[in-house]
């Protein structure tokens, strides 16, 4: 279990490399090529370099999905009470339901988003370069709602925030925040990229 404002890096006994974010459970199930399993579960946020090999395929078992591979670099953003988001850097993945009825087989800078009401949905060629910057310690949001980046900035800095005007809750914003950026920092960006304030 990763807690709030950390991350960590993982190599697995079969050469797949997992960085987690803040707030991420994270459970190897098995891992053993002799026995053709490698799977793990996660609720929260990894990014994977997973191993090739593709005698023995790779699961990933988040809350709402499961994401099957040989060997690719993707990250899977599955917090709980927040929609799920499969992106995928390189390679090929497939992701399906829990109940396997929807499925969904993913191609270079393609996404997937799923919450209970609106399904699995694949977006192609949607996704940003940036997908994997939050393992260095930085912090990209493009065209997100000061919503969602409040909960993102919530985990890294483990604080709590509380935006005061209830109309910039669905302002969207574009910025960048380096590894080295204090709370504060953070904070004096947004407030500099919008016309009133938090």
């Not at 974010?21 to 990894?46: C, D, Q, W």
């Not at 399906?96 to 988003?113: A, G, H, I």
């Not at 969602?148 to 209830?166: C, P, Q, T």
Request: some cysteine.
């Amino acid at each position: 279990m990763v807690p709030k404002g950390q991350r960590v890096s993982l190599l697995l006994s079969d050469g797949t490399t997992v960085w987690l974010n803040a707030e991420s459970p994270f459970f190897l199930i098995r891992l053993s090529s002799t026995e053709k399993y490698r799977t793990v579960t996660l609720e929260g946020e990894g990014y994977f370099e997973v191993a090739h090999n593709p005698k023995c395929p790779f699961t990933v078992k988040l809350p709402m999905l499961n994401i099957r591979v040989l060997g690719t670099k993707f990250n899977a953003k599955a917090y709980l009470d927040e929609p799920s988001w499969i992106t995928l850097k390189e390679g090929s993945v497939e992701v399906s339901t829990l109940d396997d009825r929807s499925k969904e087989r993913m191609s270079p800078n393609d996404q997937v988003y799923y919450t209970v009401s609106d399904g699995l949905v694949l977006i192609r060629n949607s996704a940003q370069a940036n997908v994997d910057s939050w393992t260095t310690g930085d912090l990209r949001f493009d065209n997100k709602t000061l919503k969602e980046m409040a909960k993102v900035i919530e985990r890294r800095y483990d604080v709590k925030i509380r935006i005061m005007d209830s109309s910039l809750v669905e302002e969207y914003f574009t910025c960048h925040f380096r590894k080295d950026l204090t709370i504060a920092q953070a904070i004096g960006i947004v407030e500099r990229n919008q016309t009133g304030g938090l």
